[in-house]
């Protein structure tokens, strides 16, 4: 019999919709998410071009939150010796961008929106 000690919770904090976008937008490019491509997905997915002072506060902030993690890659002459900060989801991420994406659409069920299938 397991002890209450042995239970593991989960705790799903709640996001913002630019962090989802940016969470969706970092699972969509895999291993080629960087700030540039980040910003770039977002701009072709949605129309929306962030500055890059906000993403980059946000990534730090969902790091802080342990959203993702970062790894910097080796510097290259093409940066100017600049290494690339390469972003990829967490598991709690994951969980965070899942529970609030189910969210919204239970919100949408039964409506009917210009526009918009929902099955």
Do not use: H, N
């Not at 960087?34 to 506060?57: D, K, N, V």
């Not at 600049?82 to 969210?103: E, P």
Request: proline share 5%; charged share 25%; with cysteine.
């Amino acid at each position: 019999m397991r002890g209450w000690r042995d239970l593991v919770y989960i705790v799903v904090m709640p996001l913002g919709e630019f962090e989802q976008v940016v969470l969706l937008a970092i699972l969509r490019l895999g291993d080629d998410a960087y700030g540039t491509s980040i910003r770039a997905e977002i701009a072709e997915c949605t129309g929306r071009e962030p500055a890059p002072g906000a993403l980059y506060t946000t990534l730090d902030r969902m790091e802080d939150k342990g959203l993702v993690t970062c790894r910097m890659a080796d510097p290259t002459p093409e940066r100017g010796g600049r290494a690339k900060r390469y972003i990829r989801v967490s598991g709690a991420g994951v969980d965070a961008v899942t529970q609030a994406q189910r969210s919204y659409r239970r919100l949408m069920e039964g409506l009917d929106l210009p526009g918009v299938a929902y099955a």
